[in-house]
């Protein structure tokens, strides 16, 4: 069986490593917020050339406290894709602002940056750029943008650890970016959590405070925060895995480069790779025709591809009447149609990429 994700494999990739920090967080008497957290923030803003880092609870979180940290609320505006996970745009929710959604661009399926002015309002005050798949939006043009309007970038790097733009990591370039760290991520944990990272040491600080009822003191809240925190065990198996995230990564493109020179003058349309950009291949996504047909063929086979995302944000029934969109959002409802995610993860045999592109290119 060839499946699209595979936690387990790299658990068992770096089995004693993490055993061995699990049995140190378990006999250390510290559970939440301790040194394996703060040791991970301080090593991942390192990696990511950020001012600082604060770990919470999962993704969506990370981007409902940026949101937050950006004194985003009721009454603004966010503008964001409606071709990502749902996460995005629940976290926008959260904080009461309303998601104004565009479409993407044809070739790399990130927000197309010609439909921002478009949507512009007196009431925006941010732009969540997500990092779809695992490589980079439009920033040379999504970060003048925000610049000449003075509107805050948001990075959704959820799909992105380690990638790169002009050579700086994801992440170290907006004014606050997040991270989900779910199982399947590039750099997952073995459960739910997530980062927030700025170059910008008063928003870390500001997160900081947002993530644990708003104490800059303990049991004394200065801001309305809540409860996000990230706990010791999934903090220590990050660290462990931020060590092999280059390693991965490097793994990842490989099996792209397997996938690309398999399916060439096939049907399937591969992905396009931004020429200023490193990608880090999250997800390596085709297009196909009679989508349905074909998994329900590879599916005999043994294969298990996957679909990210079958229905946009802005079609969904709990977002009706909800966001506002762009007046066209054309490439974003064809692609619900036609995009499919073949299996990819660091420990995926390279003779399976090629058995799942060779089964594919063969459905024509």
């Not at 060839?2 to 490593?17: G, K």
């Not at 974003?332 to 399976?352: F, H, I, Q």
Request: charged content about 20%.
């Amino acid at each position: 069986m060839i499946v699209c994700a595979n936690p387990a494999a790299q658990y068992q990739s770096y089995q004693a490593e993490i055993d061995a920090a699990v049995l140190r967080v378990l006999g250390s008497n510290k559970y939440i917020l301790g040194p394996e957290v703060s040791a991970l923030e301080e090593e991942f803003s390192r990696y990511i050339g950020a001012a600082g880092c604060v770990g919470v609870a999962n993704g969506t979180d990370a981007l409902e406290l940026a949101l937050r940290a950006l004194r985003i609320g009721p009454g603004d505006e966010v503008i964001t894709v409606s071709h990502t996970a749902v996460a995005t745009v629940a976290a926008i929710e959260a904080t009461g602002a309303t998601a104004v959604l565009v479409d993407v661009d044809p070739v790399t399926y990130t927000l197309d940056a010609n439909q921002l002015d478009t949507v512009r309002s007196p009431r925006t005050r941010a732009v969540i750029a997500v990092h779809l798949y695992g490589q980079a939006a439009d920033l040379d043009r999504i970060q003048p943008f925000c610049q000449r309007h003075g509107l805050a970038l948001v990075e959704d790097v959820s799909q992105a650890h380690g990638a790169t733009w002009h050579g700086r990591r994801l992440g170290s370039i907006g004014d606050i970016a997040c991270f989900s760290c779910y199982p399947t991520k590039n750099l997952g944990a073995l459960g739910d959590g997530g980062l927030v990272a700025s170059t910008q040491a008063a928003l870390v600080d500001t997160v900081r405070m947002l993530r644990e009822y708003g104490w800059k003191q303990r049991y004394i809240s200065d801001l309305a925060g809540r409860n996000s925190r990230l706990d010791e065990l999934q903090a220590a198996v990050l660290r462990i895995k931020l060590r092999h995230l280059d390693a991965d990564n490097a793994r990842r493109r490989a099996l792209a480069a397997v996938y690309d020179a398999a399916l060439a003058g096939s049907a399937a349309l591969v992905p396009a790779v931004r020429a200023c950009c490193e990608p880090v291949y999250h997800l390596y996504v085709v297009q196909v025709q009679d989508r349905a047909t074909k998994i329900a063929a590879l599916n005999a086979q043994d294969i298990f591809p996957g679909v990210h995302y079958p229905v946009p944000i802005h079609q969904q029934n709990a977002y009706a009447g909800r966001v506002r969109t762009a007046a066209s959002m054309r490439v974003t409802e064809r692609l619900a149609g036609t995009v499919l995610s073949l299996p990819m993860y660091p420990e995926l045999p390279p003779d399976d990429a090629r058995t799942v592109a060779r089964t594919l290119a063969a459905l024509g």
